[in-house]
């Protein structure tokens, strides 16, 4: 079974950095596209910045030049690095990975930026 498995959530204080790593396994990760999403209290969930197989990158106006989306194929991870972190930002964050009709979903990590 596909399993995701995201890490380095947690209470960081506005203006700080999280680095999130999404652990994949029992999947063949350079067929997949890569994504991180979020879905703040209330809200719907929404996209935060995605990587293709090939390396092309996209972000949400909103995180532009704050956050980092970057994947080690060796390793089976994608990650989000997170600069310059605002209140807003607090959400549950997602990892995504797709390949034509698979599309799974790893568990949320919790992101709180409080002060």
């Known amino acids: 079974q596909v399993q995701l498995v995201e890490s380095g959530g947690g209470l960081v204080q506005p203006g700080g950095s999280l680095r999130l790593s999404c652990a994949t396994s029992r999947v063949i990760f350079t067929f997949y596209n890569t994504g991180w999403y979020r879905q703040a209290p209330g809200k719907q969930r929404e996209l935060v910045a995605t990587i293709t197989r090939g390396g092309s990158a996209n972000y949400a106006d909103s995180v532009k030049g704050r956050f980092i989306i970057s994947r080690d194929n060796t390793k089976n991870t994608v990650y989000l690095q997170m600069n310059s972190l605002k209140v807003e930002d607090t959400a549950v964050y997602y990892c995504?990975?797709?390949?034509?009709?698979?599309?799974?979903w790893g568990q949320g990590t919790q992101v709180t930026v409080s002060s």
């Open positions: 995504n990975i797709e390949f034509g009709k698979a599309d799974y």
